[in-house]
């Protein structure tokens, strides 16, 4: 079966790709050591690599890739976030995914490179990869009193609804986990491939810019994020930037940061690291 191919040098991932014929399907995992989803994407990764029996030629090829120290590569498919998987076929980049779902991730390798040993797009015999996760793990909601109540032994065991007072103590017990998700995370408006405002875009820009590593939140696609961070972090505005869990502030904070000393990020720098 296939295994998920630890690359470890530009020339080596050169000598791969040109071994691979076009119709070859290239999964791009790329991690970084600090980041702890990137474990969990590995064995997501490898798992659904040994669905796959080794033929000549490959019609898949998973290959891991560490961001940090291959930067050239990173940047070559505009690796800003960990883990991101990038799926490329004849030199050409199909699609890309950043964050730690496996649904998706699945969906786009049997998408691409069809079912490997599975039965196909019924649902019989999947491959057994671990179940879907997110990049920050979320506390399943009690039951609520709209779901139906399971009275089968006679019982209404149904957990009650939460109170508002709960809702907010638990939102905010994630939120201080998220801010604390990566050394340096940026809570921006769409992603850093398609920032959906002026200020969100300049921020990323800066990031790039520094070669500074950090994790992101849209957090247009998720309103108890949105409105709760307001709240927590006593910032009514979107991008905020934190850094080892405090908050920076916008983008004229960081710019005024920036201003007063130059080396305000250069800690979390890749090129730092690298040197």
């Given at each position: 079966?296939?295994t998920?191919?630890?690359?470890?040098?530009?020339?080596?991932?050169?000598?791969?790709?040109?071994?691979?014929?076009?119709?070859?399907?290239?999964?791009?995992?790329?991690?970084?050591?600090?980041?702890?989803?990137?474990?969990?994407?590995?064995?997501?990764?490898?798992?659904?690599?040994?669905?796959?029996?080794v033929?000549?030629?490959?019609?898949?090829?998973?290959?891991?890739?560490?961001?940090?120290?291959?930067?050239?590569?990173?940047?070559?498919?505009?690796?800003?976030?960990?883990?991101?998987?990038?799926?490329?076929?004849?030199?050409?980049?199909l699609?890309?995914?950043?964050?730690?779902?496996?649904?998706?991730?699945r969906?786009?390798?049997?998408?691409?490179?069809?079912?490997?040993?599975s039965?196909?797009?019924?649902?019989?015999?999947?491959?057994?990869?671990?179940?879907?996760?997110?990049?920050?793990?979320?506390?399943d909601?009690?039951?609520?009193a709209?779901?139906?109540?399971?009275?089968?032994?006679?019982?209404?065991s149904?957990?009650?609804?939460?109170?508002?007072?709960?809702?907010?103590?638990?939102?905010f017990?994630?939120?201080?986990?998220?801010?604390?998700?990566?050394?340096?995370?940026l809570?921006?408006?769409?992603?850093?491939?398609?920032?959906?405002?002026?200020?969100?875009r300049?921020?990323?820009?800066?990031?790039?810019?520094?070669?500074?590593?950090?994790?992101?939140?849209?957090?247009?696609?998720?309103?108890?994020?949105?409105?709760?961070?307001?709240?927590?972090?006593?910032?009514?505005?979107?991008p905020?930037?934190?850094?080892?869990g405090?908050?920076?502030?916008?983008?004229?904070?960081?710019?005024?940061?920036?201003?007063?000393?130059?080396?305000?990020?250069n800690?979390?720098?890749?090129?730092?690291?690298?040197?």
């Amino acid at each position: 079966m296939s295994t998920l191919l630890e690359i470890t040098s530009e020339e080596a991932f050169s000598v791969h790709v040109k071994s691979l014929p076009p119709s070859t399907l290239l999964v791009l995992y790329f991690h970084a050591p600090w980041a702890a989803p990137c474990k969990q994407m590995r064995d997501v990764l490898s798992a659904l690599a040994s669905q796959y029996p080794v033929v000549s030629p490959p019609t898949v090829s998973f290959v891991s890739i560490d961001a940090e120290n291959l930067v050239d590569i990173s940047e070559m498919y505009d690796v800003s976030v960990v883990p991101f998987v990038v799926f490329v076929r004849d030199g050409k980049q199909l699609e890309s995914i950043s964050g730690s779902s496996a649904v998706e991730v699945r969906a786009a390798v049997e998408r691409y490179a069809g079912f490997g040993t599975s039965a196909g797009p019924d649902g019989a015999n999947k491959p057994n990869i671990p179940a879907p996760l997110t990049a920050v793990p979320r506390e399943d909601a009690p039951t609520t009193a709209t779901q139906a109540p399971d009275t089968s032994n006679g019982v209404n065991s149904a957990a009650p609804a939460l109170t508002p007072e709960q809702t907010k103590e638990a939102l905010f017990a994630r939120l201080a986990e998220l801010v604390k998700a990566a050394p340096v995370m940026l809570f921006m408006k769409g992603t850093p491939s398609a920032p959906q405002c002026g200020f969100s875009r300049q921020l990323v820009a800066i990031l790039r810019e520094r070669s500074v590593k950090y994790g992101f939140f849209n957090i247009l696609a998720d309103e108890d994020v949105r409105q709760g961070l307001k709240e927590f972090a006593d910032w009514p505005t979107f991008p905020q930037l934190w850094v080892a869990g405090e908050l920076v502030g916008g983008l004229d904070i960081v710019k005024e940061e920036l201003e007063n000393d130059p080396d305000f990020l250069n800690s979390f720098s890749i090129n730092q690291v690298a040197a």
